[in-house]
């Protein structure tokens, strides 16, 4: 068993395991922890400002408690159904960057996936995703020719993501990317994930024209992986519930902002 003086191999499982365990609970001890994984309460302390670092829990006194935000990441259901009418109107707004023919590229998120409800009509069409949910939703659709992007499936996410997803995706070549985050930050696209981003990366690498999908929420949410300043995307889709100001601030920076007001 490796304890403080190495690097233990089964590190990034034990903290998804720790990760989950919060997300079920609401609350662990770092005593039952260390004695469940067979570690000490400092790693224990370590494996936990790490995952409070990403935004997945709070540390307390003896443990640690799951955070509101996290809790909004741990089902696609919770997660499609935070901001909904936000998205629909994003999402209408951003498909009129759809032609026939075109191969459109989305990523794991549920603004997305809002835009996949509408792209039936639109076709034919090739579409690019490693999102379970868009290759569930769009199987079988006349008129569309469905790429899914494989490698390691994170549950929470119900995503395929990591190395080898983005690996794939960069062997695609995209007309038009519909892609979201975690949060806005000063003008940066931040993620809770690191595997997550890199096939996002990967997307925005491979792409024409990128699209970034927003609602007001995403501004008002903290993660700490870097993803990409807003000024790298061609469009900026935002909802009507964008504070004015911050929409005159971001316009100033050079962010090629679009109000979804249908």
């Given at each position: 068993?490796?304890?403080d003086?190495?690097?233990?191999v089964?590190q990034?499982?034990?903290?998804?395991?720790?990760?989950q365990?919060?997300?079920?609970s609401?609350?662990?001890r770092?005593e039952?922890?260390?004695?469940?994984?067979?570690?000490?309460?400092?790693?224990?302390?370590?494996d936990?400002?790490?995952?409070?670092?990403q935004?997945w829990?709070?540390?307390?006194?003896?443990?640690?408690?799951?955070?509101?935000?996290?809790?909004?990441?741990?089902?696609?259901?919770a997660?499609i159904?935070d901001a909904?009418?936000?998205?629909?109107?994003?999402?209408?707004?951003?498909?009129?960057?759809?032609?026939p023919?075109?191969v459109?590229a989305l990523?794991?998120?549920?603004?997305?996936?809002?835009?996949?409800?509408?792209?039936a009509?639109l076709?034919?069409?090739t579409?690019?995703?490693?999102?379970?949910?868009?290759?569930?939703?769009?199987s079988?659709?006349?008129g569309?020719?469905?790429?899914?992007?494989g490698?390691?499936?994170q549950?929470?996410?119900?995503?395929?993501?990591?190395?080898?997803?983005?690996?794939?995706?960069?062997?695609?070549?995209?007309?038009?990317l519909f892609?979201?985050?975690?949060?806005?930050?000063?003008?940066h696209?931040?993620?809770?994930?690191?595997?997550?981003?890199?096939?996002?990366?990967?997307l925005?690498?491979?792409?024409?024209?990128?699209?970034?999908l927003?609602?007001h929420?995403?501004?008002?949410r903290?993660?700490?992986?870097e993803l990409?300043?807003?000024?790298?995307?061609d469009?900026?889709?935002?909802?009507?519930?964008?504070?004015?100001?911050l929409?005159?601030e971001?316009?100033?920076?050079?962010?090629?902002?679009?109000?979804a007001?249908?």
């Amino acid at each position: 068993m490796a304890e403080d003086g190495g690097m233990p191999v089964n590190q990034q499982e034990r903290r998804e395991q720790i990760r989950q365990e919060v997300l079920a609970s609401g609350f662990v001890r770092i005593e039952g922890l260390a004695a469940k994984h067979g570690v000490s309460g400092m790693t224990i302390h370590r494996d936990l400002d790490v995952l409070e670092q990403q935004g997945w829990l709070r540390k307390v006194r003896g443990g640690a408690t799951s955070t509101p935000t996290a809790l909004l990441e741990t089902s696609v259901r919770a997660r499609i159904a935070d901001a909904a009418d936000e998205k629909a109107r994003i999402a209408k707004h951003a498909v009129r960057l759809v032609s026939p023919g075109q191969v459109v590229a989305l990523d794991d998120s549920t603004s997305a996936l809002a835009v996949a409800e509408r792209l039936a009509p639109l076709g034919p069409l090739t579409v690019v995703t490693n999102f379970l949910s868009v290759i569930n939703l769009l199987s079988g659709e006349p008129g569309l020719h469905l790429i899914g992007l494989g490698g390691d499936y994170q549950p929470p996410y119900d995503a395929f993501l990591g190395l080898h997803t983005a690996s794939m995706a960069r062997t695609m070549r995209s007309d038009v990317l519909f892609m979201s985050t975690t949060a806005v930050v000063e003008g940066h696209c931040l993620h809770r994930s690191q595997e997550t981003i890199q096939v996002k990366r990967a997307l925005m690498e491979t792409t024409g024209k990128r699209v970034l999908l927003l609602d007001h929420s995403k501004f008002d949410r903290r993660a700490v992986h870097e993803l990409a300043p807003l000024t790298e995307f061609d469009v900026v889709v935002v909802d009507p519930g964008t504070p004015k100001p911050l929409l005159d601030e971001l316009r100033s920076a050079g962010v090629a902002l679009e109000v979804a007001e249908g």
